[in-house]
């Protein structure tokens, strides 16, 4: 396995996980707080809590848990029924067989990489450079010695159950109070708080308190990591939105519900929003967003919202079922519903996967003309019989030509036929129209077979159009033998592979024996 190839893996499952899992994850979010707009903003906010916990840890879990395929149906992810007969000069140089486009294809997952990487290094570096600000600020400012203000937050804060210590502190460099630090709490108030009444104070103490309480700047950077991760997924830059007002709601929530007058704190706020000349420094610090403001107006001077603030069961409700959420969309794996590989065998190839390699590797093999008629060059044939269940339907034409020049298309119809019987639906799927290709009359026996027996529609409906191509005439005489005696639902199911065939002679041919074997 070269390094490109496990390169591609990567991007490939990344890919998956930013762009189809992220936004199943995320729209489920935005399905289920919608559905809980009668809820408290404290409730919504741990649902979209839970959202960045598991969007966090969702490429994880997606690389440990099994996976469970999405049912796409084999002969849509494996080629299409008809082949697609295009010439190709069997000794062209493999050069002129590679267009630009198919030099380039192979590289564009490390330039998604690459353009993923650097834009994850820009975002982590910008909260890391608004983080340094804040830490600078906080260490440039001033210890509050207002015992009155120290007592205050003491009390709230333990109102609230918040056990560790906040440090209080004004600063000349912020225009609105900063709060910020997990486990050693602080907040950062303007020299203008110095003139604030003491029942704004208080509410401004509650509201920031609040976050502190719920622990609100873990799930801010919580966010920004994973907005740095997931940053070329549209809708993440909506949650992390999202997920801010509902953080700002909850702390407004709990300062109404400690009796603040409602029209008084919204024109406080009002007052703030005019007054943050540093926007930038309260996102890095609580993702303050400007755009959220009238729906905090909103929420605030509104009668009848629901500020109760979430109990423990409910929280671990929530827990739960976002647990179960995640592992199932971390098990979702887009495919064939079989873990077969889209291109059997590969190995053969060394490795080699994009479709016009493959092509120049069949190029390079001698031509047929050039070999005596007869001649058992075992690593050739095996080749070729690999091809004739290749993806690319012109690998499979230039396989079966060669196999019918050579000589070998015997041994080759004995592989395919053995392949008929394979667990994987898949490889009998494909088995069945490399048959088909072959034309090959000795396999009608087992064709018949799979249109009769086998439980997958796309493997019937193949052998049906093998049987026509082989030889319709032999074909419907053992189709006949075959349904003797066989039940009505059986009748139904080759019924339906045959309508696969049109208004075809062979789509007569074989309707008239499936109706003689009813008939017996």
């Known amino acids: 396995m070269t390094v490109l190839s496990v390169v591609t893996s990567g991007v490939g499952s990344l890919a998956s996980v930013v762009f189809v899992k992220g936004s199943l994850l995320i729209l489920l979010a935005v399905l289920a707080t919608t559905l809980l707009r009668s809820f408290s903003a404290a409730t919504r906010s741990a649902c979209w809590t839970a959202l960045g916990i598991a969007l966090l840890v969702l490429p994880l879990v997606s690389a440990l848990v099994p996976r469970v395929a999405v049912g796409i149906p084999a ?40 353009v993923w990487l650097a834009g994850c290094g820009l975002l982590l570096a910008g909260l890391a450079r608004g983080l340094s600000r804040v830490r600078a600020i906080r260490l440039r400012a001033t210890p509050i010695d207002d015992e009155w203000a120290a007592l205050t937050a003491r009390a709230i804060a333990d109102s609230f159950g918040v056990r560790r210590r906040v440090r209080l502190s004004v600063s000349r460099d912020v225009d609105v109070p900063v709060t910020g630090g997990l486990f050693r709490p602080f907040i950062i108030l303007p020299v203008a708080s110095g003139d604030w009444t003491r029942r704004w104070s208080s509410a401004v103490m509650v509201h920031e308190l609040a976050h502190v309480a719920r622990w609100d700047y873990g799930g801010h950077l919580l966010f920004e990591v994973v907005r740095a991760v997931y940053w070329p997924n549209p809708f993440i830059w909506r949650a992390m939105t999202r997920a801010t007002t509902e953080r700002e709601l909850a702390a407004d929530d709990r300062v109404i519900l400690t009796g603040t007058c409602r029209a008084e704190y919204a024109t406080g706020l009002l007052a703030f929003a005019t007054a943050a000349l540093e926007p930038a420094t309260a996102r890095a610090v609580m993702g303050l967003a400007p755009s959220a403001f009238r729906v905090r107006m909103r929420a605030i001077l509104q009668d009848g919202v629901n500020r109760r603030l979430p109990t423990r069961r409910d929280v671990g409700i929530i827990g739960m079922v976002a647990a179960l959420v995640l592992s199932s969309v971390a098990s979702l794996s887009a495919g064939p519903d079989c873990e077969c590989p889209v291109t059997p065998n590969a190995a053969t190839f060394g490795g080699v996967a994009a479709p016009r ?21 075992a690593r050739q044939d095996s080749l070729l019989t690999t091809l004739l269940r290749d993806s690319v339907p012109e690998l499979r034409v230039i396989a079966a030509r060669e196999l019918r020049l050579v000589g070998a298309q015997g041994n080759a119809v004995r592989v395919l036929v053995s392949a008929l019987s394979d667990t994987c639906h898949a490889d009998r799927w494909r088995a069945a129209r490399a048959l088909r290709d072959l034309r090959a009359g000795r396999a009608l026996p087992g064709l018949v077979h799979q249109l009769v027996a086998d439980e997958h529609s796309a493997v019937r409906s193949m052998a049906a159009n093998a049987i026509a191509t082989s030889g319709v005439t032999q074909g419907a005489a053992l189709l006949r033998a075959a349904l003797v005696g066989a039940p009505l639902d059986q009748f139904a199911r080759v019924a339906r592979a045959i309508d696969t065939l049109g208004g075809t002679p062979a789509y007569e041919r074989l309707l008239k024996a499936m109706h003689a074997a009813r008939r017996t």
Do not use: C, N, T, Y
């Open 75 to 114: 002969a849509a992810v494996l080629g299409s029924r008809e082949p697609m007969v295009v010439s190709v000069q069997a000794d062209a140089p493999a050069e002129r067989q590679k267009s630009v486009l198919d030099r380039w294809v192979p590289w564009m997952p490390v330039a998604f990489a690459s």
């Open 357 to 377: 390699e493959r092509l120049a590797v069949v190029s390079r093999i001698p031509h047929p003309r050039s070999r005596r008629v007869g001649l058992d060059d």
